[in-house]
C-alpha cells in the first residue's frame, strides 16, 4: 500500500490487493459514520459485514491506525477514533499552519499545468455547488470528492512529498467533522463564495490574499461545528 500516493485523494480506481479494497472502504465509512466514532471494531462482526477474513481486516485496520482513524487498546482491539471539539481546534490549526505553506508554495512555483489543473477542479466544484445551491443540499460524498480535488489541486505545484502527506491526514481528520455539518447544521454559511475567494487570489497569484482567504476558509469549518453544541448558534 503506497500511503503517499492516496493520503490526501480517495485512492486507486481499482484497488490492487483485497487489503488495499478494505482499507479504502473502512476508511470512507469511518469518515462518512457509518462506523460511529468510538465504536469499537469487532472483527468478528465487521468479517461478516465486509465479507472478508479476520487476517485481511487486521491488516487493513492496522493501515488506518497510522491514518489516526483508528486506535488500538492493548488487547482490548480496535476503536474508531473518537472526535471532539477540542481535537477539531487542533486539526483547523495545523491545516492552517501546514496549508498555507504548501499554497503559498504552489502560488510561487505554478506553471501552465497547475493553473490548468486549479481552473478545472474550481469549476467542477462550481457546477455543483450552483445547480444544487450550496453544500447543505448537496450529495454529501459527491460533493466532498470535488472539494477534496478543489484543495488538493490548490497545492498542486508544492514539492515537498511529507508537507502534502502530513496536509492529507489533517484533511481527512477534518473531513469527518465536515459530514456532521453537512448533514446537522442548520447555520448558514456560503461555502462556494469561500472557494471563489480562494480561487480568484490564487489565479492572480495574490499570495497574501489566497492565504488569508483559506485560512478563513478552513477556521469556518470548525466554527460551523462549534455552532452544533452551542444552543444559540
Not at 490548490?154 to 467533522?177: D, K, P, T, V
Not at 476558509?217 to 452544533?228: E, G, K, Q, R
Request: aromatic share 8%; net charge positive.
Amino acid at each position: 500500500m503506497r500511503k503517499f500516493d492516496y493520503a490526501f485523494m480517495e485512492g486507486p480506481a481499482e484497488p490492487r490487493t483485497l487489503v488495499e479494497a478494505t482499507y479504502l472502504r473502512l476508511r470512507r465509512d469511518i469518515i462518512e459514520g457509518r462506523l460511529a466514532p468510538g465504536a469499537k471494531l469487532r472483527v468478528e462482526h465487521l468479517k461478516t459485514g465486509y465479507e472478508i477474513g479476520a487476517g485481511t481486516l487486521r491488516e487493513a485496520l492496522s493501515l488506518l491506525l497510522s491514518d489516526a482513524l483508528v486506535i488500538s487498546e492493548g488487547q482490548r482491539g480496535f476503536y474508531v477514533s473518537p472526535i471532539s471539539l477540542e481535537d477539531l481546534r487542533d486539526i483547523t490549526r495545523q491545516r492552517i499552519l501546514l496549508e498555507c505553506e504548501a499554497l503559498r508554495q504552489s502560488i510561487a512555483d505554478g506553471d501552465d499545468e497547475w493553473e490548468a489543473g486549479l481552473v478545472g477542479a474550481y469549476h467542477r466544484l462550481e457546477r455543483m455547488e450552483k445547480a444544487q445551491g450550496g453544500a447543505k443540499k448537496l450529495n454529501a460524498a459527491e460533493w466532498e470528492l470535488r472539494n477534496r480535488q478543489f484543495h488538493e489541486a490548490l497545492i498542486g505545484a508544492c514539492s515537498s512529498r511529507w508537507l502534502r502527506y502530513m496536509i492529507g491526514l489533517l484533511y481527512r481528520q477534518a473531513e469527518r467533522y465536515r459530514y456532521l455539518t453537512i448533514v446537522h447544521s442548520t447555520r448558514p454559511r456560503k461555502v462556494h463564495d469561500e472557494h471563489t475567494a480562494i480561487f480568484k487570489s490564487a489565479l492572480k497569484r495574490d499570495v497574501d490574499g489566497a492565504v488569508r482567504a483559506l485560512e478563513k476558509h478552513i477556521h469556518a469549518n470548525f466554527s460551523t461545528v462549534a455552532s452544533l453544541s452551542d444552543p444559540h448558534g
